[in-house]
């Protein structure tokens, strides 16, 4: 089944800075890519995604970029803020027919942005 | 439109007790998915209800157990609980159709003695 790696586990930068969160996937037929924020004490929060026909999608300060012949994806913030310190989660999830697809998370990536 | 409800928002069961998590998705999704998220497992799919069916399922024992009703309300069951089942209980709404979005609520924080 798909499996999802995603590094650093913990991400430390100064306010202003931008940070990087890298994920890799393992099913080639993967192809609906959110990523999700999750404060202490609530649910994940959607930021941003990215389908398969897409190799990159900027909103604001943030950007995903996808690689489908390296099955990677990552995020980037940039100019981050206090408020952007959280865990931050990729996912990735094959949708077909008119099936959801069930998500598969990587880790969790704890970033914390001091001022 | 109001956001994902879930309740209660913390329970304490001890083992070999059952309970019901309950799930109400964004006015209009049709499709509810729930998860588990552990620090060691992470966030772990159970199953996906759509129009009261169970669409998909993860890899859990038996003992996990759901349903929707007509509503699109979502209740999730896990009986005979085992320490291991204390975790955060994650529930995710999306109107169903092919790679919709999903929004998650703040989920159920059970705790097994």
């Known amino acids: 089944g798909e499996n999802v790696e995603q590094h650093p586990s913990t991400l430390s930068v100064q306010e202003g800075d931008s940070a990087v969160i890298k994920c890799t996937y393992s099913?080639?037929?993967?192809?609906?890519f959110p990523w999700y924020k999750q404060e202490l004490g609530k649910g994940p929060q959607l930021i941003i995604d990215?389908?398969?026909?897409?190799g990159e999608k900027k909103d604001q300060r943030i950007a995903v970029t996808l690689n489908k012949t390296a099955k990677h994806f990552s995020l980037h913030i940039t100019e981050t803020q206090p408020e952007d310190s959280a865990v931050y989660f990729c996912a990735a999830s094959i949708v077909f027919g008119g099936s959801q697809g069930n998500l598969i998370f990587g880790k969790g990536t704890k970033l914390s942005v001091k001022p | 439109k109001a956001g994902v409800t879930q309740t209660p928002r913390y329970l304490i069961k001890t083992r070999g007790q059952q309970v019901t998590l309950s799930c109400s998705p964004i006015s209009g999704h049709r499709s509810v998915s729930w998860y588990q998220q552990t620090p060691g497992q992470g966030l772990q799919f159970l199953f996906e209800?759509?129009?009261?069916?169970?669409?998909n399922k993860g890899n859990f024992p038996g003992r996990f157990s759901g349903r929707q009703f007509s509503n699109s309300r979502s209740e999730m069951n896990v009986s005979t609980l085992e320490l291991g089942d204390s975790a955060l209980y994650l529930c995710?709404?999306?109107?169903?159709?092919?790679?919709?979005?999903?929004?998650f609520g703040p989920g159920t924080r059970l705790t097994v003695l």
């Open positions: 990215i389908r398969s026909n897409v």
């Open positions: 099913d080639s037929a993967s192809n609906y």
């Open positions: 995710a709404s999306s109107p169903g159709q092919r790679g919709d979005t999903q929004y």
């Open positions: 209800y759509f129009s009261e069916t169970q669409r």
